[in-house]
Nanobody, 127 residues
Framework: VQLQASGGGSVQVGGSLRLSCTAS???????GIWYRQVSGKQREFVAG???????NYEEFAEGRFTISRDNAKNTVYLQMNSLKPEDTAVYYC???????????????????????WGQGTQVTVSS
């Protein structure tokens, strides 16, 4: 599976962006994950959505970001609202096939554990 991330850009504080991660194949059985990375720092988890649709957010994303999926379009989205300068980073999407039953929420792995990564998309928030 190849992943293509898009939707990054430059916005002002308080603005919004929607990132997309489109897969080359069917994503029905895949969990979708967004990470971000600031230059010189480790990649950090932003949000994840299981194949069943359960979501999980890092604390800084809770209430401002929404992860969703459209299996018909093989795409996972990250809607980002009320953006802050500290949200400036390169955003990466990833996917895995870990099974989550029922309403179990996604548990992020170490970035090195992911096999499927998209290229990054830059998000810049200016004041």
């Amino acid at each position: 599976v190849q992943l293509q991330a898009s939707g990054g850009g430059s916005v002002q504080v308080g603005g919004s962006l929607r990132l997309s991660c489109t897969a080359s194949g069917n994503i029905v059985s895949l969990n979708g994950i967004w990470y971000r990375q600031v230059s010189g720092k480790q990649r950090e988890f932003v949000a994840g959505i299981t194949a069943g649709g359960s979501t999980n957010y890092e604390e800084f994303a809770e209430g401002r970001f929404t992860i969703s999926r459209d299996n018909a379009k093989n795409t996972v989205y990250l809607q980002m609202n009320s953006l802050k300068p500290e949200d400036t980073a390169v955003y990466y999407c990833a996917a895995d096939r870990e099974f989550y039953g029922g309403s179990a929420i996604y548990t992020p792995q170490a970035p090195s554990e992911y096999v499927y990564w998209g290229q990054g998309t830059q998000v810049t928030v200016s004041s």
